[in-house]
């Protein structure tokens, strides 16, 4: 079992559906990342929270809207999605921003956009 | 920016044998933390073992241990006694110190065959 929990394991939604994935760490990290997988290709990183503030941005389209309600959640709110936003989604957590300590990740959500 | 290249085909191994992955960097940075993930099909990403550029020993992690050659800059992982549950994605990533941005490899695919 991962200590970083991501809620749903699986998602399917249509185009027009709003739906939100959650990620949810309780080892007192700082960092918290969103990551896009696509099948068979190294993750791509999306958004990293730091103290709970966006630092990192890497100029993903706006029907993507992270929020970090606490030190120890982190939502990624999705909107008019596309076929091509299908991937696993990954979330991720690590001490601070020192790049020293590794990111933990959780398992994943399966997001399905038909 | 940094860069890692993993070009490994599709690797079988022999249960009980030894592998090592190979994964070269390019950075002109001299403070960088290097990582291991293995990623089974199931999808969850797990942190294996870590490397600082400053650091003067090879990290070991039980039977993963990592052959850093740092003016080759060269960062291969070696599992030894391979098992079954080897099997899986792994992913070779660096950090530059300060800076929250993981870099990963393409990945390598190993089978632990029986």
């Known amino acids: 079992d991962t200590e970083v929990t991501q809620t749903p394991k699986h ?10 994935l959650k990620c949810e760490q309780h080892m007192g990290h700082r960092a918290m990342y ?3 997988q696509k099948a068979k290709k190294p ?11 966006l630092s990192i941005n890497e100029s993903v389209p706006s029907r993507f809207s992270p929020e970090c309600p606490n030190s120890s959640l982190l939502n990624l709110h999705l909107h008019a999605l596309q076929p091509e936003d299908s991937a696993l989604y990954l979330c991720a957590s690590s001490q601070g921003q020192q790049g020293n300590q ?3 990740f959780g398992d994943g959500t399966r997001l399905s956009i038909l | ?18 592998v090592t992955l190979d994964c070269t960097y390019d950075t002109s940075d001299p403070s ?20 600082g550029s400053y650091d003067q020993q090879n990290a070991t992690e039980g039977r993963y241990s990592l052959n850093f050659q740092k003016a080759r800059k060269s960062a291969n992982l070696v599992i030894s006694a391979s098992q ?5 994605m792994y992913f070779c990533a660096m ?4 800076n929250n941005r993981l870099a990963f490899g393409k990945g390598n695919q190993v089978v632990v065959i029986p």
């Open chain 2, 95 to 98: 950090i530059l110190y300060g």
């Open chain 1, 34 to 36: 969103w990551y896009k």
């Open chain 1, 102 to 104: 590794p990111q933990h």
């Open chain 1, 11 to 20: 998602l399917v939604m249509g185009m027009t559906n709003k739906k939100s």
């Open chain 2, 32 to 51: 960088y933390g290097l990582f291991w993930y293995k990623q089974p099909s199931s999808g969850e990403m797990i942190f294996l073992i870590y490397q």
């Open chain 2, 1 to 18: 920016a940094q860069k890692i290249t993993q070009t490994q085909p599709g690797m079988f191994v022999q249960e009980k044998e030894a």
């Open chain 2, 84 to 88: 079954l549950g080897d099997s899986a």
């Open chain 1, 43 to 53: 993750p791509e990183l999306m958004f990293v929270y730091s103290y709970e503030k």
